[in-house]
């Protein structure tokens, strides 16, 4: 993964902790939720406070996520609310630590100056042993403290102040009004610093967790749809109201749920013609026959003549497989009609089309969902689904991982924005 990391497709992004006091803060924390201190003098967070380098000190990655739930955060700077998550087991984790920073700026603001922030994001469930588990999250809850409890004595020195406004005879009580300036000094002036966050209760929505060996939730208006292994626990458990499981092998009906359900942006020239969506699953199509038919080649000599001479000699593999002459001909009856009539398209080939619908609030859950149907799409693997990219990469022999990078600097890493607006219109 050392390739990974040096051109930060693995770990990008993270905020160094280096300075003692934050180091001791984070100590703080870890000791808070018993576990022992770092001993390391530099490390880097992501936006939940998860290192991966302390992972590695601790031998644990789910440290901060014991039992692939609720997880547990650590805020040291507001900085980090523009952090990436990095390690998580829901794939809306990130969503909802963004919502928290977002709804509690202020407090965070005025915390992370004296205190280091800590918690759990708490739901009803404390392990994850079935489905129904799963559906069983309505709403997480965002469990707040601080080590040094700025948010007790602040919430403290509320109660005193009020209780000095309205009680007529409260300012001749020495004893409240010194107490007030001792918590006054650990809170400063609260009615200028808001340290108690406002918002702590976020609704838990569509989402992907590693449970299960990967299962998708979608919520819509009268059902929920589970997406995964039939042979997961409580796969097809009768509820009290209605639920449909899709076994994630049978790729002609999850085509069909997110198409019935809006989820899919329909083929049509509007998009495909100036995105180059179809050239580019093309391109992924025939750089995965390589992969298998030819491992041993120098693919850094790959250029568009050389590719091209490549294609001439293997025509009949590329036509056996048939993904690179499906897209050509779907690009020639785009130009000529404008539309693909999905219908008479084979079930194998209509993931080959699909991006979700940019405008529909599951946009990122769909588009990583068709992903584990475009294997050989590494590029929206990695864009969209990075934990199914890194099983993927750990398999590739070093020639084609050094080919992926490669392509991944060239394309998605030079602009992510502009690459993700372009192809899949986010």
């Known amino acids: ?12 992004r993270l905020l160094a902790v280096s300075q003692p006091h934050l180091i001791e803060r984070y100590n703080k ?9 770092t001993h ?9 406070g998860f290192s991966p380098q302390v992972a590695e000190e601790f031998g644990d990655p789910d440290y901060l996520d014991p039992n692939g739930i609720n997880r547990r955060f650590i805020i040291l700077t507001p900085a980090q609310a523009t ?6 087991c829901f794939s809306n984790t990130e969503a909802l630590v963004y919502e928290f920073y977002n709804a509690n700026s202020r407090a965070i603001q005025a915390l992370t100056i004296k205190d280091v922030i800590y918690g759990e994001i708490e739901d009803n469930v404390t392990t994850v ?12 809850e ?14 403290e020195l509320r109660v005193l102040v009020d209780r000095l406004k309205t009680e007529p005879n409260a300012w001749r009580d020495d004893a409240m009004l010194n107490r007030m300036v001792d918590l006054s000094k650990v809170a400063g002036d609260i009615r200028e610093n808001r340290l108690v966050p ?7 929505d569509a989402f992907w967790t590693s449970h299960f060996g990967g299962c998708y939730v979608f919520n819509d208006e009268r059902t929920t749809t589970v997406i995964c292994d039939p042979e997961a626990p409580g796969f097809r458990r009768s509820r009290p109201w209605q639920v449909a499981y899709i076994p994630i092998g049978d790729a002609s009906r999850v085509y069909a749920f997110l198409a019935e359900t809006g989820r899919l942006d329909p083929p049509r020239a509007s998009w495909l013609e100036p995105s180059g969506f179809l050239e580019h699953r093309a391109q992924m199509a025939i750089r995965g026959l390589l992969r298998k038919a030819a491992p041993e080649t120098d693919l850094s000599r790959m250029d568009a003549v050389w590719l091209q001479t490549w294609m001439h000699r293997n025509v009949s593999l590329i036509n056996e497989d048939g993904a690179y002459p499906f897209l050509n001909s779907v690009k020639r009856d785009i130009a000529q009609s404008g539309h693909v009539d999905i219908r008479d398209v084979r079930d194998r080939f209509r993931f080959l089309l699909a991006r979700a619908k940019p405008d529909h609030k599951d946009a990122w859950l769909t588009n990583r969902l068709i992903t584990e149907y475009v294997p050989s799409d ?17 398999g590739y022999d070093e020639n084609y991982r050094q080919h992926v990078v490669d392509t991944l600097k060239t394309t998605y890493l030079t602009d992510k924005a502009a690459f993700r607006k372009r192809l899949y219109g986010l």
């Open 142 to 155: 965002f469990k707040v403290l601080s080590a040094d409890d700025v948010l007790g004595k602040a919430a």
């Open 378 to 394: 590494f590029v929206s693997r990695y864009v969209f689904n990075k934990q199914g990219f890194y099983e993927d990469y750990a």
């Open 1 to 12: 993964m050392k390739r990974l990391y040096d051109t930060e497709l693995i770990y990008g």
């Open 40 to 48: 390391l003098e530099l490390f880097e967070i992501d936006k939940t």
């Open 198 to 204: 406002d918002k702590v209760v976020f609704r838990h």
């Open 29 to 37: 924390a870890l000791k808070a939720f018993g576990l022992p201190e």
């Open 83 to 88: 952090l990436p998550v990095v390690h998580t």
């Open 129 to 140: 042993e079935d489905i129904e588990d799963l559906l069983s999250i309505e709403q997480v």
